[in-house]
């Protein structure tokens, strides 16, 4: 499985980006997509997920209300849509998928994931 993340730039605080996670490979079935963030100096954080089923969402506390993640299943992608961005929220976004299931927190863990995009740069300036 290749995941190619795009969408990322630079933007003022209070726009919007969005984010997007195309697979291709083989048969794509995974359980659970997600998004992480790193910024500089900093470990990579989970930023949301999305069960590939049943569409149930996972959202770490800071983005909640402003960003949404969302799948598309015949194109095999995930988005990310994410309004109101910090700059805080400048990092470089990598999306992941997992084969296997997680429910809650499990799903937060960056170890429960078996494939990596290649990361896109998000910028903020305030």
């Known amino acids: 499985v290749q995941l190619q993340a795009s969408g990322g730039g630079l933007v003022q605080a209070g726009d919007s980006l969005r984010l997007s996670c195309a697979a291709s490979g083989r048969t794509f079935d995974p359980y659970v997509m997600g998004w992480f963030r790193q910024a500089p100096g900093k470990e990579r954080e989970f930023v949301a997920a999305i069960e590939w089923s049943d569409v149930s969402t996972y959202y770490r506390d800071s983005v909640k209300g402003r960003f949404t993640i969302s799948r598309d299943v015949a194109k095999n992608t995930v988005y990310l849509q994410m309004n109101n961005l910090q700059p805080e929220d400048a990092a470089v976004y990598y999306c992941?998928?997992?084969?296997?299931?997680?429910?809650?927190?499990?799903?937060?863990?960056?170890?429960?994931?078996?494939?990596w995009g290649q990361g896109t740069l998000v910028t903020v300036s305030s």
């Open positions: 992941a998928s997992a084969d296997f299931g997680c429910s809650g927190t499990g799903c937060y863990a960056p170890e429960h994931y078996d494939y």
